[in-house]
């Protein structure tokens, strides 16, 4: 806080909020959300980010560590961690590649496919709350502009 030589706050203190109203909002919005799909997910039985894992091998299951870390932008030790945590729940199972033995393939195991309602039901939770004050056009405006600035930040 910055004060004055009589030890009284200046009237022209500038916040976070006020001074990076951006990446503030940003920071804001993605900390509620963030808490609310952790409460969401534990209750679905998973860590937050690891529903990631398994929506992206839902799609196509059977890829790399490497591959998933591409995909989901996440840096390798999160995607291990994630993998391992999985596994240890019987989400998923690892083995190593038949052509490259460096490579780790993760795999989705049948409980891992039967898990896929709980987390479509957790994210459509997550979803309804998230945008329960915005009408459609304000969804895809918001979308747009998301993309647009995490391009940017991606540059």
């Known amino acids: 806080m910055k004060k004055n030589n009589n030890n009284e706050a200046m009237d022209n203190e500038i916040s976070a909020v006020t001074q990076f109203p951006v990446s503030f909002s940003i920071f804001s919005m993605a900390r509620s959300h963030h808490k609310i799909a952790g409460q969401l997910l534990r209750e679905a039985g998973l860590y ?21 870390s591409r995909s ?17 729940a019987g989400l998923v199972t690892c ?6 033995k460096r ?12 898990f896929e309602p ?17 009408n459609d056009e304000e969804k895809m405006q918001f979308v747009a502009l998301a993309q647009k600035i995490a391009a940017s930040l991606e540059a």
């Open 118 to 134: 709980k987390v479509i039901e957790a994210w459509s939770k997550l979803e309804e709350i998230t945008t329960q004050v915005l």
């Open 48 to 68: 937050p980010g690891q529903e990631l894992v398994l929506m992206q091998l839902w799609h196509q299951d059977s890829q790399s560590q490497n591959s998933l």
């Open 95 to 100: 083995s190593r590649s038949q052509e490259d």
């Open 103 to 114: 490579v780790t393939i993760v795999s989705l195991t049948q409980a891992g496919r039967e």
């Open 72 to 88: 989901l932008r996440l840096d390798h030790s999160t995607i291990a961690k994630s993998v391992r945590r999985l596994e240890e």
